[in-house]
């Protein structure tokens, strides 16, 4: 396991830990931007409260509901949807850089649960809609562009703006370990995200 990485075992048995749930929920789609870009997949995140991009979920307490239960839990709030997540979902778990040494040991666990296109779609309705947390803690879900587009727009632009925690890595490691995009040109769009100032 990578630095920093827990198993989910070893997470729980943190006694004084915080924990939080978030998930990339996705599908394949054969849509085509323009009629002539292939889409490929769509890819979920969310326009936070603070303005930052990051995954749908939030804090749970392990003390009251399982990991998944709670990540559910989350998920009805932000997206107005019950989506059930299993433990074969779970992908990783791991500390969280501390922000303020008084604060308790933060462990975000990272989940990724693929859908059909529909259903995604019914989660963008409801999040727009009748999620609880629509325009408060959620300002809006967004999908990732994942193509290229001439003078770096697509998935390098995306990439240029910024991430709540480790938001960015578990999109960047999610696509590579899915294969969503090739790692030829994850490393263009890595590339070209530095060269974008805003
Ligand atoms: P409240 O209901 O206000 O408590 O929010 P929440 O329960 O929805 O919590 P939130 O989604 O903000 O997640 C809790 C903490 O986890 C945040 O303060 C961040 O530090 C971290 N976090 C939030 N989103 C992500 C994400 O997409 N990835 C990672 N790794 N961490 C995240
Ligand atoms: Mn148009
Ligand atoms: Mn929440
Ligand atoms: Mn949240
Ligand atoms: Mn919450
Ligand atoms: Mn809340």
Sequence with gaps: MASGQLSRVEALACAGCRHACHVMLYCDT????????????????????????????????????TLEAGLSRELLEELGVALPISVEDHVDSCYAPSSSSSSRQLITHFYVKKMEEEQIREVEKAAASTATDHGQEVLGMVRVPLYAMQGGGGLASFLSHSFIGNARSQLIDSLLRLNLVSPAELQKALANSLKIHT
């Design 30 to 65: 054969t849509t085509q931007l323009f009629g002539r870009i292939p889409i490929r997949h769509v890819v979920l995140m969310q326009m936070r409260f603070d303005g930052l991009l990051g995954f749908p979920g939030g804090l749970v307490n392990p003390s009251e509901e």
